[in-house]
């Protein structure tokens, strides 16, 4: 079966406590948006029918729009604050559904723009995990002293919510986000 996404319309939103997304009816014969870090509204075009197919697909597109405009202004600027010392080449947002990020051995960082529908404690959780393979690629038990180090301890607890999170987002959203790992 294939998956079905959620109907955007008017009361759809996106809140946490790094983002409030709203779309509301406009008055133009096109789309409005309002953008700033944290706080984005779309103003749809006067008269949109919000029952075809085919502006729900273009709906989708500018949700995907928006969380990547987000992601893109809020989370390089975390995680930079988050790494201290640590050095990483280069972070990307990427519209990826498999992980909610990953980390070469380069230094590069990718994230998923599906982060922004977390909050901001699982957030940070994601990219303490990511600079924590800049020192250890593996998962092993030095991975975990030293993300532990990073999150006072609760690495393993974080884990295990940001999964618990992905499976209740996944479910909201059709499969679209990560269900599992980091
Ligand atoms: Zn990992």
């Known amino acids: 079966m294939l998956p079905v996404r959620p109907r955007i319309d008017y009361d759809f939103r996106i809140e946490t406590d790094l983002l409030l997304l709203t779309f509301g009816p406009g008055r133009l014969p096109r789309a409005v948006v309002s953008s700033a870090p944290g706080r984005e509204h779309i103003a749809l075009p006067a008269g949109i029918d919000l029952d075809s197919e085919t502006v729900q697909q273009w709906l989708w597109r ?86 532990d180090e990073m999150t006072g301890g609760r690495a393993r607890q974080l884990e295990r919510e940001m999964r618990h999170f992905g499976h209740e987002k996944s479910l909201f959203l059709s499969c679209k986000v990560p269900k599992g790992g980091v």
Not at 79 to 90: F, K, M, N, V
Not at 93 to 111: F, M, Q
Request: with cysteine; charged share 15%; aromatic share 6%.
């Open 62 to 147: 500018v949700l995907v729009a928006a969380l990547r405009r987000q992601a893109e202004a809020i989370l390089p600027e975390r995680l930079s604050c988050l790494a201290g010392t640590l050095r990483y080449h280069r972070v990307t947002i990427k519209d990826i559904h498999t992980r909610w990020g990953s980390c070469s051995s380069l230094g590069n960082i990718n994230l998923s723009l599906w982060l922004m529908l977390a909050p901001s404690h699982l957030v940070d959780y994601v990219l303490c995990h990511e600079l924590t393979h800049l020192r250890e690629m593996n998962h092993g038990p030095r991975f975990w002293a030293l993300l």
